[in-house]
């Protein structure tokens, strides 16, 4: 049986001093992250945290990273894998100045819906 060919999918997120759940690889997919793209909306240097959360321990993508005013760093080549229920998640400084947008390839695996 051929494979089927990934579903591009991106998901943004504003994010808040609470943190939050940006991306969650559904049940019955995998994923690999092509792209995690912070953009600093304020107008005051902002802190940053991202982390992947593998179903039971958090590791960090970035650790209060500082994106300057007005501006965005864009990560690419991260080729991470994601199995079903693993998440990516984030934490801004400040309520309203960060805004996330995450670019993954989704496959199809049934053998894990």
């Known amino acids: 049986m051929p494979i089927a060919a990934p579903k591009l999918r991106s998901i943004g997120k504003a994010l808040t001093t609470g943190g939050a759940d940006i991306y969650t690889v559904p049940v019955g997919f995998s994923a690999t992250i092509r792209s995690i793209f912070i953009c600093n909306i304020a107008g005051a240097d902002k802190t ?4 992947w959360y593998d179903g039971s321990t ?7 990273k500082t994106v300057s ?7 690419t080549d991260i080729d991470l894998s ?3 229920g693993n998440k990516i998640t984030g934490l801004a400084e400040s309520n309203t100045s960060i805004e996330v947008i995450v670019s993954v390839n989704e496959y ?6």
């Not at 940053?48 to 982390?51: I, K, L």
């Open 48 to 51: 940053v945290t991202m982390d």
């Open 58 to 64: 958090s590791f960090n993508i970035l650790s209060t």
């Open 69 to 75: 005013a007005n501006s965005y760093l864009n990560l």
């Open 82 to 84: 994601l199995a079903k």
């Open 108 to 113: 199809y695996t049934p053998h894990d819906a």
